[in-house]
């Protein structure tokens, strides 16, 4: 659960970077 957790906030930061940019 913790990893996924993990590996979902990375994946919405990976997008919002991308957005940003």
Do not use: G, L, Y
């Not at 979902?8 to 940003?20: I, P, R």
């Amino acid at each position: 659960s913790e990893k996924i957790t993990v590996f979902q906030k990375n994946f919405q930061v990976t997008e919002n970077s991308s957005h940003f940019v």
